[in-house]
């Protein structure tokens, strides 16, 4: 098992431009996270799936954001129109379905809108 | 909704001297709470974890944590720093109230800043 894996590490777009991230989680593990992290900030929770199921989806995102995990397997996050302030790490974490064990997070995917 | 605060942006501590780095949380049942740390330019990795049981929870790199139920509190402790150590922590907490808000969610995070 290699863990949490994400992909692009790092992405540079024009704004207005449109992106996808993908995340593949740990093999056994049907809850997947999605967050992003501005530098020296915590974790903001965006979005999380149970299988296939997107559970919550954070009030604070805007209708720029979406996220699929069509199989229950991988995750992909895409933003829409990318703006300046989408700037951030996109930070995927996934953890079996028990309120009791920790999530894994993979490296990120640091993007930047210019 | 649950919540999770860590009251201090930064901590500098003397090597070899004890750390506390703090944290606070709020939920609607019972708390599972997490610390995990982050080195420049990583992912984030988990330290340890408070489910149930033993109040003092010990995890990887000599940290160990203390669960306080009254005061609402789960500070994360080291009996002597190291320069290694210094780092951004994260406290994270997950409620395991049954309408499905399960969430984790996680502080803005403390700089630890170990002096040598």
């Known amino acids: 098992d290699t863990g949490v894996s994400q992909d692009p590490r790092h992405k540079i777009t024009k704004r207005g431009q449109n992106v996808t991230f993908r995340c593949d989680p740990i093999?056994?593990?049907?809850?997947l996270y999605w967050y992003r992290q501005t530098l020296g900030q915590g974790p903001e929770f965006l979005t999380y799936?149970?299988?296939?199921?997107?559970?919550?989806k954070s009030r604070l995102l805007s209708d720029r954001f979406s996220a699929e995990r069509p199989k229950g397997s991988f995750s992909t996050l895409e933003i829409q129109r990318t703006e300046q302030g989408d700037s951030a790490m996109y930070l995927c974490?996934?953890?079996?379905?028990?309120?009791?064990?920790?999530?894994?997070f993979g490296q990120g995917t640091r993007l930047t809108v210019v | 909704a649950q919540s999770v605060a860590q009251p201090e942006d930064q901590v500098n501590v003397a090597e070899g001297n004890p750390l506390t780095v703090k944290c606070t949380y709020s939920v609607s049942g019972n708390p599972y709470l997490f610390w995990y740390v982050q080195y420049p330019n990583r992912g984030l990795q988990f330290l340890l974890k408070?489910?149930?049981?033993?109040?003092l929870v010990k995890g990887s790199y000599g940290f160990e944590a203390e669960f306080n139920k009254s005061q609402t509190s789960f500070h994360l402790k080291k009996p002597s720093a190291l320069v290694s150590d210094s780092a951004l922590y994260f406290c994270?907490?997950?409620?395991?109230?049954?309408?499905?808000?399960?969430?984790?969610?996680f502080g803005k995070g403390t700089r630890l800043h170990i002096l040598p």
């Open positions: 093999s056994e593990h049907n809850r």
């Open positions: 974490a996934s953890s079996l379905d028990s309120p009791n064990t920790e999530a894994f």
């Open positions: 408070y489910i149930t049981g033993d109040n």
């Open positions: 799936f149970q299988n296939e199921a997107q559970l919550e």
């Open positions: 994270a907490v997950r409620d395991d109230f049954k309408n499905r808000d399960d969430k984790i969610i």
